[in-house]
């Protein structure tokens, strides 16, 4: 029982200070995800990467690829991003990471659901 309190605990702080963070580093975020799939770049000669509205222009600064090209997609949430290619794409999303992290929690005995 404790272990479950424990893991809502955990969980709930990161829920509440995951978002704000996240939409601090978006820029950065992005540009993570354009280095993540750079063979992408090389091969394709280019990426469109999507990031929530209003961001765009600092991704593509932070980026400083030409062959990346930063568009806004109203569906993303700030710090989540979208790489597509032809053939390929791939995504950074705040969810991905919560689930991540109450993966290890779960693994190291601490379960939300106890």
């Known amino acids: 029982a404790a272990a479950a309190v424990l893991a809502r605990l955990l969980l709930a702080a990161l829920d509440a200070a995951l978002p704000a963070a996240a939409a601090r580093l978006a820029p950065e975020s992005a540009a993570l995800l354009a280095e993540a799939v750079r063979p992408a770049i090389e091969e394709a000669g280019g990426i469109r990467l999507l990031v929530a509205p209003g961001l765009a222009a600092a991704a593509a600064a932070r980026i400083g690829d030409p062959r990346v090209a930063v568009?806004?997609?109203?569906?993303?949430?700030p710090g989540d991003a979208r790489a597509l290619w032809r053939g390929?794409?791939?995504?950074?999303?705040?969810?991905?990471?919560?689930?991540?992290?109450?993966?290890?929690?779960?693994?190291?005995?601490?379960d939300e659901e106890g």
Do not use: N, Y
Request: proline share 0%; no cysteine.
């Open 88 to 110: 390929g794409g791939a995504v950074a999303a705040l969810a991905g990471r919560r689930r991540i992290v109450a993966e290890v929690l779960s693994a190291l005995g601490l």
């Open 71 to 77: 568009e806004e997609d109203a569906a993303l949430a």
